[in-house]
């Protein structure tokens, strides 16, 4: 089945720096791959998603890139504001199977 | 129904007793997922249903955990004569088919004393 690792475990940046967080995984079969924010005490919701058909693609502060020959992804968040702290998990997907995620990367930004 | 709905919220139960968690996905996904999440940890993925198809029952940890998924929408997670190490959260999430946006209930937050 498909494994997704993710690093850094825990990143912490100044108000206004830039974070990235990269995934790797191991299905080729993924196609799909979404990342996930999780505030403390309440449920994982979806920021970005990228499909396989398209190597980047960004919605304001985020970005996400794709790079199917070496299975990985990455998210970057420009101009981090403390509300961007929380913890983020990215995942795989084939239209076959089931979605995995990575281990989770906690986000500090300090003002 | 508007979204990922997850009964109870929260449960408290002594060790060896058996325990069921509700999910009612959102009207008309076919894929649900369970994943169980210790505090401070990540998504434990537990089981996962598509259509008709035959769950993937690869992530359950031990035989004490099962799942069934009625009519194609509700599905209960049973954990027989739970453990201390069962206490997390137990997340529920649904879509439209697989490989594609999954949404998450609240959660049910299990506590085993």
């Known amino acids: 089945g498909e494994n997704v690792e993710q690093h850094p475990s825990t990143l912490s940046v100044q108000e206004g720096d830039s974070a990235v967080i990269k995934c790797t995984y191991s299905d080729s079969a993924s196609n799909y791959f979404p990342w996930y924010k999780q505030e403390l005490g309440k449920r994982p919701q979806l920021i970005i998603d990228?499909?396989?058909?398209?190597g980047e693609k960004k919605d304001q502060r985020i970005a996400v890139t794709l790079n199917k020959t070496a299975k990985h992804f990455s998210l970057h968040i420009t101009e981090t504001q403390p509300e961007d702290s929380a913890v983020y998990f990215c995942a795989a997907s084939s239209g076959n199977n089931d979605m995995r995620f990575g281990a989770g990367t906690r986000l500090t930004v300090k003002p | 129904g508007a979204g990922v709905s997850q009964s109870p919220s929260n449960k408290v139960t002594e060790k060896g007793k058996d325990v069921e968690l509700r999910c009612d996905p959102i009207s008309g996904h076919t894929a649900l997922y369970w994943y169980r999440q210790s505090l401070g940890q990540g998504l434990e993925f537990l089981i996962y249903?598509?259509?008709?198809?035959?769950?993937?029952k690869s992530g359950l940890p031990s035989d004490r955990f099962s799942a069934e998924r009625t009519g194609g929408s509700v599905s209960t997670l049973t954990i027989q004569r739970t453990q201390q190490e069962d206490s997390a959260v137990y997340l529920c999430?649904?879509?439209?088919?697989?490989?594609?946006?999954?949404?998450f209930g609240e959660g049910s937050w299990l506590t085993v004393v």
């Open positions: 990228i499909r396989s058909n398209v």
């Open positions: 999430a649904s879509s439209f088919s697989s490989g594609n946006t999954i949404y």
């Open positions: 249903f598509q259509g008709n198809s035959a769950p993937d």
